[in-house]
């Protein structure tokens, strides 16, 4: 596979060469304003009891391109589940 893979609508990004993560970043945003990006995020109900993401949250907020971001998360009962819409709010 390629570094680039694309199935429908759905698109894989993985590092695509050395690229300074700031002109990579304003591509994308200049590529946003005519079609809006959106994240899927997996997670697992454990990980939101670190601190990773917690930050990776923080750094979300600050990412100009993505339209939106999808919490995929993995299994979880009720209570996890609220807790987990109360941390991404």
Do not use: W
Request: aromatic fraction near 8%; include cysteine; proline fraction near 3%.
């Amino acid at each position: 596979m390629s570094d680039f893979y694309q199935n429908g609508v759905i698109a894989t990004l993985h590092k695509l060469g050395r690229q300074d993560l700031e002109s990579l970043e304003r591509r994308l945003a200049l590529h946003a304003q005519s079609v809006p990006g959106a994240l899927v995020l997996p997670c697992l109900y454990t990980e939101l009891e670190g601190p990773a993401m917690g930050r990776i949250v923080e750094h979300l907020t600050q990412v100009r391109y993505l339209e939106e971001i999808v919490v995929a998360l993995g299994t979880a009962d009720r209570r996890q589940f609220e807790n987990a819409r109360r941390f991404f709010q």
